[in-house]
């Protein structure tokens, strides 16, 4: 098994908690664009995630977060270990579902990380890059102003991050 991008990519983009986000988040139209109606009223957001999107959103990234991660994800796939299948679960059910991967923590570990902060982080990641890029729905939480401005002062630790995560840049 080698790591599976489009699995860590809906890690970092929380995909897998709420279809209407990551559909968003992805450029699919919505069925109302579809349709060519406006929606009656917005979809309901599930209670857990709206708590996870908000902790992932007040999570403030450390200033060496992106070439760590970029290091880590080399690293998990240098290794062939592939984290867990995260469809339909919560931000908390990820974290510690990945804490049972056999040799996950540990690579983790080695790149100054727990299952916990590099979960939380990627989650952080990819939703301030969506919020960054006009792909998160109204009414979304703002990102953390510190990561907004990390984002801006090392774009080239963004793109190579994403590259790592098997998204090149637009």
Do not use: C, W
């Not at 009656?40 to 200033?63: H, I």
């Amino acid at each position: 098994m080698t790591l599976n991008i489009k699995t860590l990519t809906a890690l970092a983009l929380f995909a897998s908690a709420a279809l209407p986000f990551s559909a968003r988040a992805q450029g699919y139209p919505s069925q109302t664009q579809v349709d060519g109606q406006q929606a009656q009223q917005p979809a309901q957001v599930p209670p857990q995630f709206k708590a996870d999107t908000e902790r992932a959103m007040r999570y403030a990234l450390p200033a060496d977060f992106m070439p760590r991660a970029t290091s880590a994800i080399g690293e998990l796939q240098a290794r062939n270990i592939q984290p867990p299948n995260s469809q339909g679960l919560g931000l908390q059910a990820m974290i510690s579902q990945a804490g049972q991967v056999p040799g996950f923590a540990a690579v983790l570990s080695s790149h100054g990380f727990t299952p916990e902060s590099f979960i939380t982080g990627m989650t952080t990641f990819g939703m301030t890059l969506a919020v960054s890029n006009g792909q998160v729905p109204a009414g979304m939480p703002s990102p953390n102003p510190s990561n907004v401005a990390l984002f801006k002062a090392h774009p080239d630790q963004v793109n190579a991050l994403m590259q790592a995560m098997g998204n090149p840049p637009h």
